[in-house]
């Protein structure tokens, strides 16, 4: 088993505008994110939200430490969000087996010990520092909270699926869920807006190889974009809008860590004030 782990560091706005492509993708994009046979986390510096992945492709693998959350056990102060969007697999918690089928969520809570994951999925791995343990949660698609919003005209048909959310699953702060657009709809998360009490990072997935999503970033007034490929994430700070259109439809799964768990909670940004 390969544990692979990397530090990004908080980047301020004025900072953020004088970076040319490179450093952007530096400091908020990750690719090669998924590996077969290894444990790839990110732990950021916004809301110490840690990302990654685990692909058991050839035997289980086991999350137990990780030297930067500097605590013994990976989740004696987090909390767990595992998004499987892959085949068929199990992740094994706290002497029980929890099988996820594709576009499934298992929720774990602090304290629940090392965490192993097996079979055929992918998964996608959140993490955010927890105050108190909350119970370990396998959520079914039947059982998330569906929002469907935008229409045909606009481009932006889509339906968010809710998991981590307080209708729906008990947490300290993580939510989490993912967005699928309908044919023929591209635009996400427009009109823009920001939350400056929380964080939030997309991972992109279900896009076609020759397609390409265009992630808008940046301060209102000095938006850049990432271009993303499939099963690509990016870290978007509590100053940065985040929004994107792709070539063909996709689904992106949004993770959030701050302040509160109010979905709703957000300032939108007039389509007049975006540069």
Not at 8 to 20: C, E, F, G, N, Q
Not at 38 to 60: C, F, K, M, Q, W
Not at 175 to 195: I, K
């Amino acid at each position: 088993m390969t544990l692979k782990t990397e530090t990004r560091y908080a980047i301020d706005p004025v900072t953020a505008k004088s970076l040319d492509t490179d450093g952007l993708r530096e400091h908020f994009h990750k690719d090669e994110l998924f590996a077969n046979d290894e444990i790839n986390l990110v732990y950021t510096h916004y809301d110490r939200l840690i990302l990654g992945s685990a692909v058991p492709a050839n035997g289980p693998l086991t999350l137990d430490h990780m030297d930067e959350t500097g605590t013994p056990g990976f989740l004696d102060r987090r909390e767990m969000g595992i998004l499987n969007i892959g085949g068929t697999g199990m992740v094994a918690v706290d002497s029980e087996i929890h099988t996820l089928e594709t576009g499934e969520l298992l929720y774990i809570g602090m304290g629940a010990g090392p965490v192993t994951f097996s079979g055929q999925g992918r998964f996608y791995v959140t993490s955010s520092p927890a105050h108190r343990p909350c119970p370990t949660k396998l959520i079914k698609l039947k059982d998330a909270r569906r929002v469907e919003l935008g229409s045909r005209e606009t481009a932006n048909e889509r339906v968010i699926i809710q998991f981590l959310h307080p209708d729906v699953c008990e947490t300290c702060q993580l939510l989490m869920g993912y967005t699928q657009f309908a044919p023929g709809s591209l635009w996400n998360t427009m009109p823009a807006h920001l939350h400056d009490r929380r964080m939030e990072a997309y991972l992109y997935f279900d896009i076609p190889e020759d397609a390409r999503v265009f992630h808008f970033m940046g301060a209102p007034d000095e938006t850049r974009h990432l271009v993303m490929a499939n099963e690509e994430a990016v870290i978007s700070p509590p100053w940065s809008i985040h929004c994107g259109a792709g070539t063909a439809a996709y689904t992106f799964c949004w993770t959030m860590a701050g302040d509160n768990v109010d979905f709703a909670d957000m300032d939108m940004v007039a389509m007049g004030d975006l540069r």
